[in-house]
């Protein structure tokens, strides 16, 4: 054998060896990848692999899952609540309505954590899909303190309505869900989904055609006034500011750190076609350090 032709051999086995370390290599990277969701966008499953996409609200869900803190806020929220309905009964207001009580569902008496983990578990950002599959299941439990609140309100003959952004096509199994785990007044008439505008301006002034809504409870600011609808960061921390007076007394906020106006429309700006690559740099670059 020539030198040459030993050369060519030696060159031949090197770029069988590369090729077979190369493979090996995308084959072991390969298992390590998040399974594709069918029920996604093809697009949408590309960009996300190999992506963890919901890892950064893993100490969120924590928290709302196991922190005594998070029972402790919760127990405080509905303390106030009842303190500011009884000053109420007891200064003995003349209405010239009967009096009601507003309340969002979801983290205000309902908690939807599990599905806020079920999304880290599968490494998906919300679908409707997903959310449907969970809201059928029926197991959201109470969140601390609303039970006793809402049923001593019941007790003072106080009506309750339940105004969500969950859709219509999902009433039956929220009241379903309401009423396993003992809400009172879960029924058609008190519980005022969305049907085609998200805003729920108009659910409450439904309700103040025939009440006087004299407590608003929620997580969102969006539950109390149409005036945090659509706000940027900036905005909504302004509007804070000037309806100060009256956070715990006519608007009892509930902790959610998981998701909410917060995040889509103050630090995602109302965008919903970021990339998971956009959307952890926006949180990075609006991160407040020194």
């Known amino acids: 054998m020539s030198y040459q032709d030993y050369k060519i051999r030696l060159i031949m086995k090197n770029n069988i060896l590369i090729a077979l370390i190369a493979f090996t290599l995308f084959i072991g990277c390969k298992s390590n990848r998040p399974t ?7 697009t949408t499953e590309i960009e996300n692999v190999g992506i963890l996409i919901r890892e950064y609200s893993i100490s969120a869900v924590l928290w709302q899952q196991y922190s005594a803190e998070y029972r402790a806020l919760t127990y405080q929220a509905f303390n106030m609540a009842r303190i500011q309905l009884d000053n109420i009964l007891d200064n003995k207001i003349e209405y010239a309505k009967p009096i009601a009580i507003v309340a969002d569902i979801d983290e205000t008496v309902l908690d939807n954590s599990p599905y806020s983990g079920k999304q880290v578990e599968l490494n998906e950002e919300f679908s409707t899909f997903r959310w449907t599959e969970w809201v059928k299941k029926k197991q959201a439990k109470a969140i601390s303190g609303a039970l006793d609140f809402l049923n001593y309100a019941k007790s003072k003959e106080i009506e309750v309505f339940y105004i969500s952004n969950r859709s219509i096509n999902q009433k039956k199994e929220t009241i379903e869900n309401l009423r396993i785990m003992g ?5 058609e008439a008190h519980v005022l989904l969305k049907e085609d505008v998200s805003g729920k301006e108009s659910r409450r002034i439904q309700v103040n055609k025939s009440y006087e809504i004299v407590l608003l409870l929620g997580d969102n600011l969006s539950d109390f006034s149409a005036v945090f609808d659509d706000c940027s960061t900036i905005e909504r921390n302004q509007m804070v500011d000037n309806l100060k007076t009256n956070f715990g007394k006519k608007f009892i906020v509930l902790p959610n750190p998981m ?10 700006e109302g965008k919903y076609n970021w990339t998971p690559f956009q959307k ?11």
């Open 183 to 187: 809400f009172p007044f879960s029924d």
């Open 280 to 290: 952890d740099s926006i949180r990075r670059s609006k991160l407040i350090s020194y």
């Open 36 to 42: 594709l969701n069918q029920n996604k966008n093809t």
């Open 259 to 268: 998701y909410g106006d917060w995040e889509t429309k103050g630090i995602l």
